[in-house]
């Protein structure tokens, strides 16, 4: 069984779920020297602008996180939210969790109004562009300028 906690993602447990996302983004890397690492504003994580969730599996705490914020509206006026450091650790993995994590954020967005979830990812993460595909994602075009990003998705949730 998963359970969902909301925490601050300055919370020292949430702080070391990214750190360990960032580290294991800069050692797989298509060129480590070109990642760049950004810890989220606390403020677009706290509802309704936005929510960070980590993940508890079958008695295992942390195992999990990730998050949703609201950006700016869709160029046709739909309310967007953005899919942000979904990551899931070593203790996590093959359970499926990354698909169910993923529909939690997607749930929490609809809650908050969401029209579009939005997410970017780099092709070297051919696991997590193969989720967003296999989930109803679609290719758009960039909607932000992150220097990591390759490729832009979106859903519709409404």
């Known amino acids: 069984m998963t ?44 509802p309704p602008a936005g929510v960070f969730l980590v993940a508890d599996v079958e008695g295992a705490s942390g195992v999990a996180c990730g998050g949703i914020r609201r950006i700016s509206d869709d160029p046709d006026g739909g309310v967007r939210y953005e899919v942000k450091h979904l990551y899931v650790g070593p203790d996590g993995r093959g359970r499926g969790l990354g698909k169910a994590f993923l529909a939690e954020l997607e749930r929490r967005a609809r809650g908050f109004g969401a029209d579009w979830a939005v997410l970017d990812t780099n092709a070297s993460l051919t696991a997590a562009g193969g989720l967003y595909r296999s989930t109803g994602y679609e290719d758009v075009e960039p909607y932000n300028d992150n220097p990591n990003a390759t490729n832009w998705y979106r859903k519709p949730l409404r």
């Open 3 to 46: 359970e969902y906690r909301a925490l601050a993602v300055d919370d020292p447990e949430a702080h070391a779920l990214l750190a360990a996302y960032f580290d294991e983004r800069i050692a797989t890397f298509p060129d480590p020297v070109g990642y760049t690492t950004t810890f989220p504003e606390p403020a677009a994580f706290v």
